[in-house]
């Protein structure tokens, strides 16, 4: 009788020390977290602050607008050594890691997925070659894929005036890869229009298909009339331009001198050597998403379709690549931010990226090592932090949902 | 009206020896058929890639090994113009340079050192992924701290000679750690032995650790500017591995913590990391990294983008380890706490065992992952085996046109053998951790 009453007496108002309560010791965690953090930037900063001092370095983002004083191989806005900043360093650079980043990502996206379907064909020869060419790119660093570009590939072209002809106007040689250079006349923005036009009306014309459809069940030629619209019609409009004698494009061809090539566009060696590298080493990452992606589509689905009556064509189309696509698109963003990142391997080639001109030659020129670091890591970090965010919006939308 | 019952001669008294199967189903040929030439599509698909093959291989064969240069003391075995062949690649060159490769320029009566850190580092490599090897929890104790310590008095010399002020210090530290943890057991009210072995035995590793690093075995010091080729990027990525697995493990439970500033440093920093790229992680280590410090201490121009490496490679471990983590049924947290087990031992009793064990390929991906970077540190102009193949490239006594690709090709060799060999063991793993799921 006693000792159940002392049991129950245990158990009904539980005496407890506020040293065990959760939140109190959860508290005092965080609490530890920030002071170490806290402590760990005070003494950095300081040590910072007095090292800085001592080396008589400047501090802030003055020196953005100082002349730079240096050169740089490839410039998509105006640029001189005596008339620029280091703040037009800065764009120099950003604008050329996004040009080899863009047209990169546009290349890699069609070897990628050429490779991966290729590894799923039926055919034994072609889906083997596809794995060595995965399971080669993917083991081997790209660092030295590219400098394996660079120095023993390109670096191996003969001199100017023995350049490689490929016809077209495309000249291959020590110096890059020289082609014809379009040259813009005022009329170019009827051309413009029209091609603006052509895709509006498409698009337009597509939404009206799609309801036609809904409602009555016709199906009209969609996929012809969109090609007409953004193809044919900017095409015609600049022949019937052309023919009127206003042509809006004219090229200008690289000619064959004594010693070089004058004219046309020069496109840098470094240049084509990251492209290369970053293109057919991201396509091997792509190849095993869209295998993996198009393998997630279950066997049931396509045999669902084709006992619809659907043609092989419509299966691939409508039932599997739209699924395959949820898979797949995650991992391919992912992907493209490698790629965006892997282009400050730049550096390790002299292709002027924002690494190579900011964090090389700004940053040591200047010394102001943290405003550097902290802008150039600001820009990879937007980058990503947009890609994802914009991932996740896209993920809300074709996430499946559960009835 | 006769039956086939009347008709006995119908029936076969013996038995037919069977048809052997047609070709056109079985067989090589029909093999072929069937996967190459199945229909007009395959058959130009087949013919184009037999003539890419007919194109790219032989030639490539050709300058491999058919045409190659095996032997040869200088420059004169590959160029044209002293009577060498230039049209094979130089292996010549690369078997001339080998020890360079392998140790840069580590002193050459110090190398048997590097020789038995590669043993050593192999044994703990078997250790740890042999998945049937005996007592892998030993093995863990081995290649988390008996290894890096016996490792930095080998490739060192070890032999610090710490000051007396160093020792009364750390015996203060010691003290201090050893007297919280007492304190905190006495405020919980929970016995005080658990508290003393606990911090004894911080204190213990800490003390024994640097002990031996103080110690005199007779090794020569040789400094880090020395060390080089494959000694080096081994280096980065064992240190890489051996800090980015335990950070990696904490980042996760932090980010999967219910603290909200835990969860929120955990993020920041994992994000951080993951999206920029390591080299300029490498950079900054290179160039903020002393700033940091007080402004009569130096950091080893080795340590610091070992430093860069290990960090940015804990965040995506991180990442793989918290795959595992969500991996966990509930059931496995809330069993692990209704047998009254608190957190540390919740995880690290229940939840880190298999979870970990399911996130095997992924963190051996994370490390080829690693591995391949670690060429990055010849950017920030670490002596690593792309590094060290660059300063001899250029080298005159070995100046021929087939130099630098046969440099290069030794460097792509040397990677894909090691990243091939772990992807394969991944892919075993995973095969295997796949069986037992299978219903």
Same mark, same amino acid.
């Given at each position: ?135 080669? +790119?993917?083991? *081997?660093?790209? &660092?030295?894929? @590219?400098?394996?570009?660079?120095? /023993?590939?390109? #670096? !191996?072209? %003969? ?67 969109? +090609?007409?619209? *953004?193809?044919? &019609?900017?095409? @015609?409009?600049?022949?019937?331009? /052309?023919?009127? #004698? !206003?042509? %809006? ?70 039932? *599997? ?83 | ?47 184009v890639v037999f003539y890419l093959l007919y194109v ?373 793993v995973e095969r295997r951790l796949a069986a037992g799921?299978?219903?």
């Open positions: 009788m006693n000792s159940v009453q002392t049991a129950v007496s245990q158990t009904s108002p539980p005496k407890k020390s506020f040293l065990y309560d959760p939140k109190v010791r959860g508290i005092f965690y965080q609490v530890v977290l920030v002071a170490a953090v806290i402590f760990l930037f005070y003494v950095a900063a300081t040590n910072a602050i007095e090292n800085l001092q001592r080396a008589r370095i400047a501090s802030g983002f003055g020196f953005l607008n100082n002349t730079a004083g240096f050169d740089i191989s490839q410039t998509l806005i105006q640029f001189s050594a005596a008339g620029s900043t280091y703040g037009d360093a800065f764009i120099v650079g950003l604008l050329n890691t996004l040009i080899v980043s863009a047209i990169g990502i546009f290349f890699t996206t069609f070897l990628g997925f050429l490779v991966g379907i290729a590894r799923l064909s039926k055919n034994w020869m072609v889906a083997k070659v596809a794995m060595v060419y995965v399971e080669v +790119l993917r083991n *081997v660093p790209l &660092l030295v894929q @590219l400098l394996f570009w660079y120095i /023993a590939v390109l #670096g !191996a072209l %003969p001199q100017p005036r023995n350049s490689l002809e490929m016809g077209a106007g495309f000249y291959l040689n020590s110096r890059g890869l020289f082609m014809a250079k379009p040259l813009w006349a005022p009329n170019i923005g009827v051309l413009v229009t029209v091609l603006v036009l052509g895709l509006v009306g498409s698009f337009f014309y597509r939404r009206w298909a799609r309801i036609q459809q809904e409602q009555t069940g016709r199906q009209s030629p969609v996929i012809k009339v969109t +090609l007409t619209l *953004v193809f044919v &019609l900017p095409i @015609l409009t600049w022949i019937v331009l /052309a023919l009127f #004698g !206003a042509n %809006p494009i004219s090229f200008e061809m690289p000619r064959k001198g004594t010693f070089n090539l004058t004219g046309g566009m020069q496109i840098l060696p470094e240049f084509v050597a990251l492209l290369l590298g970053l293109v057919t080493y991201t396509a091997a990452f792509i190849a095993e998403v869209v295998r993996a992606g198009i393998l997630a589509v279950s066997k049931g689905q396509t045999e669902a379709a084709g006992s619809l009556g659907l043609p092989p064509g419509k299966i691939l189309r409508l039932v *599997v690549i739209p699924q395959a696509m949820r898979v797949i698109i995650p991992p391919l963003t992912s992907q493209y931010l490698n790629l965006t990142k892997n282009s400050s391997l730049a550096v390790a080639i002299g292709y002027p990226d924002l690494v190579q001109v900011f964090m090389g030659t700004v940053l040591n020129q200047t010394g102001q090592a943290i405003e550097v670091v902290v802008i150039t890591m600001g820009v990879y970090l937007t980058i990503s932090l947009l890609t994802s965010a914009f991932m996740n919006v896209y993920n809300r939308r074709v996430a499946i949902v559960e009835r | 009206m006769s039956t086939a019952v009347d008709m006995p001669n119908f029936v076969r008294a013996r038995e037919v020896e069977a048809l052997p199967p047609p070709n056109l189903a079985r067989g090589p040929i029909a093999w072929i058929r069937e996967n190459l030439f199945s229909g007009p599509f395959n058959t130009i698909l087949t013919l790219s291989v032989p030639p490539l064969m050709k300058f491999l090994i058919i045409d190659a240069v095996w032997t040869g003391t200088d420059r004169a075995a590959c160029r044209a113009d002293t009577g060498g062949s230039e049209s094979g690649a130089c292996w010549a060159f690369i078997w001339d340079k080998l020890n360079y490769f392998i140790y840069g320029s580590y002193t050459i009566s110090e190398r048997w050192r590097v020789n038995i850190f590669f043993a050593l580092l192999a044994i703990g490599v078997v250790w740890l992924l042999w998945l049937k090897a005996p007592r892998r929890d030993l093995g863990a104790v081995y290649f988390f701290w008996v290894f890096p310590v016996v490792s930095y008095i080998l490739l060192t010399g070890g032999n610090e000679s710490f000051s007396g002020r160093f020792w009364i210090g750390f015996a203060i530290f010691g003290a201090l750690v050893i007297a919280l943890f007492a304190f905190v057991a006495a405020l919980l009210k929970a016995s005080l032995r658990p508290a003393f072995i606990l911090g004894g035995g911080i204190v213990g590793v800490i003390g024994v650790t640097l002990a031996l690093v103080d110690l005199d075995f007779g090794l020569a010091h040789v400094p880090t500017s020395l060390w080089g080729g494959v000694l080096v990027t081994l280096l980065v990525a064992t240190v890489g591995i051996v800090v980015s697995l335990p950070f990696g493990i904490v980042l996760a439970l932090g980010r999967r913590s219910k603290l909200p500033i835990v969860r929120m440093a955990s993020v920041i920093f994992i994000e951080f990391v993951r999206g920029v790229p390591l080299i300029t992680v490498l950079i900054m280590a290179n160039t903020m990294l002393p700033l940091f410090l007080p402004g009569d201490m130096t950091v080893d121009r080795l340590l610091r983008p070992l430093i860069g490496t290990a960090l940015f490679a804990s965040a995506y471990m991180a990442e793989v380890v918290r795959g595992g983590l969500q991996a966990m049924p509930k059931g496995q947290y809330e069993g692990a706490m209704s047998l009254g087990l608190n957190y540390p031992q919740m995880m690290s009793l229940i939840i880190l065992p298999q979870a970990l064990r399911i996130v095997i390929p992924g963190i051996v991906n994370t490390f080829i992952g690693l591995f391949k970077d670690t060429s990055l540190v010849a950017i920030v102009g670490i002596f690593d085996l792309v590094k060290t193949i660059e300063a001899s490239r250029i080298d005159p006594a070995w100046a021929a046109p087939t130099i630098g690709i046969t440099g290069y090709a030794f460097a792509a060799l040397f990677y894909f053998v090691f990243c091939f060999g772990m992807s394969r063991y991944s892919l075993g799921q299978k219903r």
